[in-house]
């Protein structure tokens, strides 16, 4: 009697602790199995990206800056004219056969560019094989991450994914996190933290080894979606199967992007939501060619490159972790959405100073490497675990309309516009022969100020809206 008495109080105890850790996040029993595989599939995702990001990276610059402005060009055009097709496939097949299938496509064009890439030979195409990862790896990405949240969206409604979708983000910071430290431990590059060699794999692995080690990845990735098809069915808002088939009438993206303008251009709050993300988007292209540039003078070799490349993905990853945890949340309740946006360009611009100090007072390339690094991991970080979710919070005061086709708008052809225009100031500063750090800070300031100035507008506005629909 005894036995059974406490064999019975262990098992209370056991279900009584599973219970308080789904209290804490915030899950219920049916979802675990489901968060598990969505966490898993998103980490494999970004495991698979971020370990081979670094190798895109070092592609980039093997040739100069020159052809790196022209591999940003054709990556942002062809983001523009595939983004329509994308929409286009998505809504037309049932995602339970075209996830697997385009993870499968993915994994298969993968282990063509590391074939391509061991095979070397002629030099030419050597060179063609880089160009064409660069875009390719790029424009793919932001493919992977869609089709995956739209399964995401299609698996949890929409009342539980303010629940679930913080604890499967979790698996993909750890991805991006994991992947990245990955990169940086086999490039051969020296693995140091805070001053010290924290270890040694004793392997180095070439680009075309990690694009293998990559499509591993996003092959698993592929599998979880057809388990998560299979036990977590496509359910809409009231519960009912969504229907999939081919003859259900959709809407062009085409016609989404006219409707999205014709929002945006009638709102003053909308104008200066997509004026702050598109000057957001020149800062952040600037700094990307200036990191290129400092990685270029610091270092010959392309797996000391590869392994720069992934130093600098690993710290702004291990930041943002960081920032997710401790800083968000609590920074966001006491300074606003206002003051939260206008950190960034700041962040910005004082990077620019110390870069263009470190410059004029003729530091080392070393040294400047370090600088870079730091200022790329604040920058990048904050735009993820700061500016981003404060973005996000000036849409929730809009109408359905303007909070999905404008916003749709917003982040894809007003951001990519910004990307172009970046790219523009970034060639026209080097075709004059003004390249120097301090011209950047210099280029740097306006924009960061007006920034500031829009952004903090933004955040008194987002209060006076949400305070007049309460």
């Known amino acids: ?54 190798v895109r990276e070092a592609f ?63 030099e030419a195409v050597t060179a063609w094989t880089g160009r064409i990862f660069f875009v390719w790896l790029s424009v793919i990405n932001l493919f992977m991450v869609g089709l995956f949240w739209s399964l995401m969206s299609d698996c949890f409604r929409p009342e539980d994914a303010r629940r679930v979708f913080p604890s499967v983000a979790v698996g993909g910071t750890l991805g991006a996190l994991l992947g990245s430290a990955s990169a940086w431990a086999v490039s051969g590059y020296p693995f140091e933290m805070f001053g010290r060699d924290l270890f040694d794999l004793g392997i180095t692995l070439s680009p075309p ?15 979880i979606s057809v ?27 085409l016609r989404e992007a006219v409707d999205g303008l014709w929002l945006a251009m009638r709102s003053h709050y909308l104008l200066v939501i997509a004026s702050y993300i598109a000057l957001l988007a020149v800062l952040t292209t600037l700094l990307y060619f200036e990191q290129a540039e400092v990685v270029i003078n610091a270092e010959d070799s392309e797996s000391g490159r590869v392994g720069i490349f992934a130093s600098i993905d690993f710290w ?66 904050g735009r993820y675990a700061i500016a981003r979710p404060s973005r996000e919070t000036l849409f929730t005061v809009l109408d359905r309309d303007e909070k999905y086709k404008a916003k749709n708008l917003i982040d ?27 011209a ?13 100035g829009l952004a903090l507008w933004l955040g008194s506005e987002q209060t006076r809206r949400a305070n007049t629909d309460a």
Not at 12 to 35: F, K, M, W, Y
Not at 227 to 247: E, K, M, T
Not at 351 to 380: D, Y
């Open 412 to 438: 894809t052809f007003v951001y990519r516009a910004g990307d172009f225009a970046g790219v523009g100031v970034d060639a026209a500063l080097a075709k004059i022969g003004v390249v120097s750090m301090m």
């Open 60 to 122: 980039g610059v093997e040739r100069g800056m020159d052809e790196l402005r022209s591999l940003f060009f054709a990556t942002m055009a062809a983001s523009l004219a595939l983004s329509p097709v994308f929409s286009w496939l998505v809504g037309r097949f049932d995602r339970r056969i075209f996830l697997p299938v385009a993870y499968g496509s993915i994994v298969v064009m993968l282990l063509g560019f590391a074939f391509y890439r061991a095979a070397g030979g002629d």
């Open 440 to 452: 950047l800070a210099v280029t740097v300031a306006p924009i960061a100020i007006v920034m500031a």
């Open 1 to 54: 009697m005894t036995k059974r008495s406490e064999s019975g109080n262990d098992s209370d105890a056991s279900r009584s602790l599973g219970g308080r850790l789904l209290a804490l996040i915030n899950l219920r029993p049916s979802e675990v199995a489901p968060v598990l595989l969505a966490g898993l599939m998103f980490f494999c995702i970004l495991y698979g990206y971020f370990f081979i990001r670094p």
């Open 316 to 381: 702004t990853q291990f930041a943002t972790l960081v920032l997710q945890l401790v800083v968000t949340a609590r920074l966001l309740r006491w300074i606003g959405v206002g003051w939260a946006l206008a950190l960034l360009p700041m962040i910005a611009l004082g990077g620019c100073i110390v870069l263009a100090m470190g410059e004029q007072a003729g530091w080392a390339a070393a040294t400047m490497l370090g600088i870079i690094t730091v200022v790329q991991a604040v920058f990048r970080a």
């Open 227 to 253: 388990v998560l098809s299979l036990i977590r069915p496509h359910a809409d808002p009231g519960g009912d199967v969504v229907d999939d088939s081919p003859n259900r009438p959709r809407r062009s993206a």
């Open 209 to 223: 080894t990690m694009m293998t080690v990559a499509a591993v990845f996003v092959g698993l990735a592929g599998a």
